[in-house]
């Protein structure tokens, strides 16, 4: 497919939530096929790396789509090994954010407004020049998302789309078996969420898959997700 937008269109909210509402019998294929053609070069894919589902189905659809990655400097090794792997696999047009270390970790020094600072800070710059995002956040994966919209506005004015909002644990695993998706090996040692080290653990509740994140804090996001 080739990015054939001159200008990012703008939306109406009355427009995006018809969107979303005609979205929820789409493909996540033709989501994401309407997000290239639709925003062109302003268009921006991120990932945590916890697997590169969301990855196969875009670059399968546009194989240079422009791939984000926040490097936090607190990540585990397996996901910055997963990084690497998936950059090779699939000859990814990776943004790799690199945050600057602090003398003392800000997440000692600050553990409330470390992922602000560190991450969302970050997405903003990535960001920046862009008309629209796709992230892989799903309804399953816990409480505080069931309501998430497969697209909206989020705060920065920027429309973001959520292809796979719908899509089940089961339909994750299915499609991640058929199509040999790498996967971060902390999902198969007991992982559901992954995050930053120092605040990901695995999950304490087997019902909550994210109950691993932040543990003993009150938060449960990390605010990239916020709309």
Known sequence: ?????????????????????DFETWSAEEIIGWAVETFGPHL???????DAVLIDLATKVYPAIEVVFIDTGYHFPETLET????????GLNLRMMTVALQNEPLWKA?????CSAVKVGQLDRALSGKAAWMSGLRRAEA?????ALMVARDLRGLIKINPIA?????????????NNVIVNPLLLDGFTSIGCQPCTQRPSDPADQRSGRWSGQSKTECGLHLM
């Open 110 to 114: 600050d553990p409330e407004g470390c």
């Open 166 to 178: 719908a899509w089940s644990d089961q339909q994750i695993a299915d499609y991640i078996a058929n």
């Open 44 to 50: 921006a894919l991120t990932a945590s790396m916890t």
């Open 143 to 147: 409480d505080s998302r069931v309501t």
């Open 83 to 90: 990084v690497e792997r998936v950059r090779q696999h699939y």
């Open 1 to 21: 497919m080739s990015l054939t937008s001159l200008s990012a269109p703008d939306f109406s909210n009355d427009e995006l939530a018809q969107l979303s509402r």
